[in-house]
């Protein structure tokens, strides 16, 4: 049974940062793209940030670059996203997810998916 568990969401004001933690238990954590991906309120899931395996990268999404980063540590089978100067329109559900073989924006490619944690932002 692969299991995704995400935390470290909560509220936060304008302009302070939070760092969320996915634990994966995927036998082959390694061998993953780690995505994260958002839903705010009355919209679509959307990509945030990838990161590939042995250092093949990482991919943002517009809208947050400059702002968050994403990072993993495979000896511990984490994944993490750093965000920074966050804003209320960073508020949603975040999610984090693992991709064998496909595009890293593209949600429909991931095979394993965490049940998501809120992050809110207060003005």
């Known amino acids: 049974q692969v299991q995704l568990v995400e935390s470290g969401g909560g509220l936060v004001q304008a302009g302070g940062s939070l760092r969320l933690s996915c634990a994966v238990s995927l036998l082959t954590f390694s061998t993953y793209v780690m995505g994260w991906f958002r839903q705010a309120p009355g919209r679509e899931r959307a990509f945030v940030a990838a990161i590939g395996t042995s250092d093949t990268g990482t991919e943002y999404a517009d809208s947050i670059k400059d702002r968050f980063t994403i990072s993993r540590h495979d000896a511990t089978k984490t994944v993490y996203l750093q965000m920074t100067k966050l804003t209320p329109e960073d508020t949603a559900v975040y999610y984090c997810?693992?991709?064998?073989?496909?595009?890293?924006?593209?949600?429909?490619?991931?095979?394993?998916w965490g049940q998501g944690t809120q992050v809110t932002v207060s003005s």
């Open positions: 997810a693992a991709l064998n073989v496909g595009t890293w924006a593209r949600q429909d490619d991931y095979s394993y």
